[in-house]
């Protein structure tokens, strides 16, 4: 178990609005990552960070801001939300020392743009 | 541009017989390689990995191949169970801490 949590869950909105996820983690790892998961693609990275105030853009940016002012934090922001933005949205860390660069992947959050 | 593939969008297999995954890549500067396992409603599950400097990586019932010259990867499950079915991923990066890129993942179905 990574202590990874997300949050809302699931969550409905209407076009033009914004919406904010929160991935959590519990155990102070720099590396954090928001992905999307549509059928066809597997799951495409949207923006990373590489620590507190280091965040980078992925494949998927658009329409897309984060911000990590904490460690444990990784906030993902959909500044005008559309309905080309409904998906499953994970988070993922990446342990600070050894390993394959594993990820670890919290429970998602299910985000439907009516 | 698909940098990792996954041809088969499904398989299914027989309880107790292997499970055969594969996926192909074509960037070059790969170091890592991974397989997850998902059910829906969940979180990818990390399976099993394999770095570039080898070319067999072993965990109980799952075993990753990496052959570097066809730039393709495999994940052999045996004997496989129906609690396997789920929908398989595999992933690739270039150096540790970088992004994964993933497949669009294949649904094993394992029949009892």
């Known amino acids: 178990d990574a202590g990874i949590t997300q949050s809302p869950r699931h969550k409905v909105t209407e076009t033009g609005t914004p919406v904010t996820l929160r991935c959590h983690q519990t155990e102070n790892h720099r590396y954090m990552y928001w992905y999307r998961q549509d059928p066809g693609h597997g799951l495409r990275l949207i923006h990373y960070s590489y620590g507190v105030k280091d965040t980078d853009k992925g494949e998927v940016s658009d329409g897309y801001s984060v911000s990590r002012s904490k460690t444990e934090d990784f906030l993902l922001t959909l500044e005008s939300a559309t309905s080309s933005q409904t998906s499953v949205y994970f988070c993922?860390?990446?342990?600070?020392?050894?390993?394959?660069?594993?990820?670890?992947f919290g429970p998602g959050t299910r985000l439907t743009v009516l | 541009d698909q940098q990792v593939k996954q041809n088969s969008p499904s398989l299914s297999v027989q309880e107790g017989r292997i499970s055969i995954l594969n996926c192909d890549y074509t960037?070059?500067?790969?170091?890592?390689f991974l397989w997850y396992k998902k059910y829906p409603a969940e979180g990818p599950t990390f399976l099993i990995s394999i770095s570039s400097i080898k070319d067999k990586n072993e965990d109980g019932r799952f075993t990753v191949f990496l052959n570097k010259s066809a730039k393709h990867l495999s994940l052999h499950i045996v004997p496989s169970q129906p609690g396997d079915s789920a929908v398989y991923f595999c992933?690739?990066?270039?150096?540790?801490?970088?992004?994964?890129?993933f497949g669009a993942g294949t649904i094993l179905r394992v029949k009892s």
């Open positions: 960037n070059s500067m790969f170091d890592y």
């Open positions: 992933a690739a990066s270039a150096r540790y801490g970088n992004k994964l890129v």
């Open positions: 993922a860390i990446t342990p600070d020392i050894g390993g394959n660069n594993e990820q670890f």
